[in-house]
């Protein structure tokens, strides 16, 4: 049997750290969310980008998120301000959370950003995650 030799493991890549994934953000930065280029947050239109045929919703979503919390940008007293165009937008997202067919796991950089975020809330799976949005995340 041979030996699996030793590695050095790597985080999962956000959407903005290739040159494939930055042209795809630039399709879909006209609905909100990171901006790698001038390192800003706004806020996402998540029912609106629901409409746009094959949109990665979720992943573009949590990338977002990702950013934003690594970058150190985001504010847990006005997160659903920073995150969301408005509530319609949460309603979105956690239908699609909870569907749960576009995306099955929170990467290691999610699961980060989450746990930076919502501390106290169990950040493993989309449905827990679901529960804490739609009790946690009001507009000011």
Not at 20 to 47: C, D, M, Y
Not at 96 to 124: I, K, P, V
Request: net charge negative; glycine share 4%.
């Amino acid at each position: 049997m041979a030996k699996i030799e030793a590695y050095a493991a790597r985080p999962t890549p956000l959407m903005f750290e290739n040159e494939e994934g930055q042209r795809a953000a630039s399709a879909l930065i006209e609905f909100g969310g990171w901006n790698h280029v001038s390192k800003t947050l706004t806020p996402i239109s998540v029912e609106a980008l629901t409409q746009k045929p094959g949109a990665p919703v979720l992943n573009w979503f949590f990338d977002s998120l990702a950013a934003a919390a690594e970058a150190g940008v985001l504010d847990t007293d006005g997160l659903a301000d920073q995150l969301f165009a408005d509530s319609a937008d949460i309603d979105a997202l956690l239908e699609l959370m909870r569907d749960g067919s576009e995306m099955h796991w929170l990467n290691d950089r999610y699961f980060c950003a989450l746990q930076n975020c919502f501390s106290d809330e169990d950040c493993t799976s989309f449905d827990a995650l679901a529960d804490a949005f739609q009790r946690d995340l009001q507009f000011a």
